[in-house]
């Protein structure tokens, strides 16, 4: 059974940093694709990030200032937020598209002064 685990939103002021975070249990981080999307209020959820063995993607609105990375000891799949924005505000989920595709329960992401 393939469960995916979001960590690490919060509240944080505009220009601050967030590190989220992405455990998998049941598959493997490094065996996938793996995608961070986010969804904001009304709005539909939009992939912002993504990790394959060929390298990392980013959504042009977070180009230089998100980074996405693995850990495979831990299994964890992070993404490193900088520079944040207040349109960068929403639940963020990771997700693995092979054999399911699998989502995470999601994290909220507010950025507000």
Not at 15 to 36: F, N
Not at 44 to 73: C, H, L, M, P
């Amino acid at each position: 059974q393939v469960q995916l685990v979001e960590s690490g939103g919060g509240l944080v002021q505009p220009g601050g940093s967030l590190k989220l975070s992405c455990t998998a249990s049941g598959i493997s981080v490094r065996a996938a694709p793996v995608g961070w999307y986010r969804q904001p209020p009304g709005k539909q959820r939009d992939e912002v990030a993504g990790i394959t063995r060929g390298g990392t993607n980013y959504g042009d609105s977070v180009k230089g200032r998100f980074t996405i990375s693995i850990d495979s000891t831990q299994n964890t799949v992070y993404l490193q937020m900088d520079n944040l924005k207040p349109e960068d505000t929403a639940v963020y989920y990771c997700n693995i598209p092979l054999g399911g595709p699998f989502w995470g329960q999601g994290t909220q992401v507010t950025v507000s002064s």
